[in-house]
């Protein structure tokens, strides 16, 4: 069960990655904890940028929790 859902959340990662390879950064899973909660490393520009809040809840969040619904929220982990 739980590989398949850290399955489902890098696919719906997938697909944010092009939109965040535009503007130099990236993003990586760390873990996806019981209580449903993925965790997020922000990677290069991404990880100064002052709008990563914002594309981390519109963006990716949005993304995760259309793919994979079982998951209450996203949030970034610093490095």
Do not use: W, Y
Not at 16 to 30: I, N, Q, T, Y
Not at 31 to 56: A, H, W
Not at 58 to 70: D, F, H, L
Request: with cysteine; net charge negative; aromatic share 2%.
């Amino acid at each position: 069960m739980k590989n398949d859902l850290k399955v489902r959340v890098e696919e719906a990662l997938e697909t944010m990655r092009p939109f965040l390879a535009a503007d130099g950064g990236d993003v990586e899973l760390v873990s996806i904890t019981e209580d449903m909660i993925v965790q997020l490393r922000l990677l290069g520009s991404c990880k100064t940028c002052n709008m990563s809040e914002m594309t981390l809840r519109a963006g990716i969040e949005e993304a995760v929790k259309r793919s994979v619904p079982e998951i209450k929220s996203v949030e970034a982990v610093k490095s």
